[in-house]
């Protein structure tokens, strides 16, 4: 974690080192610092690797529960897709997104 801490500090524009604190605290189930990594981590991000992010966002979300949340972020996550041009647009990512929000939708 020091090391994540310290490229977030010395890459202040990236959007790497706040996404993968983001996945570690996920992952050790500090999901509201999580959240907050994976928040810089959106603001600092473009392209097609936004839309990983995005996922990454989601999936925190999910585990904490917050389906309003949950739903808001992916409505965002597809206009986001949508928006890119084709060829930078991952089919598989915007499909696996879109289904998300569809359950999210349904329960």
Avoid: C, H
């Amino acid at each position: 974690m020091p090391a994540l801490e310290q490229s977030e500090r010395d890459l202040p524009r990236d959007y790497n080192p706040p996404a993968r604190r983001a996945y570690l605290l996920r992952e050790l189930g500090r999901l509201s610092e999580a959240r907050s990594a994976v928040e810089r981590a959106l603001e600092k991000a473009y392209g097609p690797r936004k839309l990983k992010v995005y996922q990454l966002a989601a999936s925190i979300l999910e585990k904490q529960g917050d389906r309003a949340a949950l739903a808001a972020t992916l409505d965002e996550a597809l206009a986001y897709a949508n928006g890119l041009p084709a060829s930078q647009r991952d089919e598989n990512v915007a499909s696996a997104l879109s289904a998300k929000l569809t359950a999210v939708q349904g329960e």
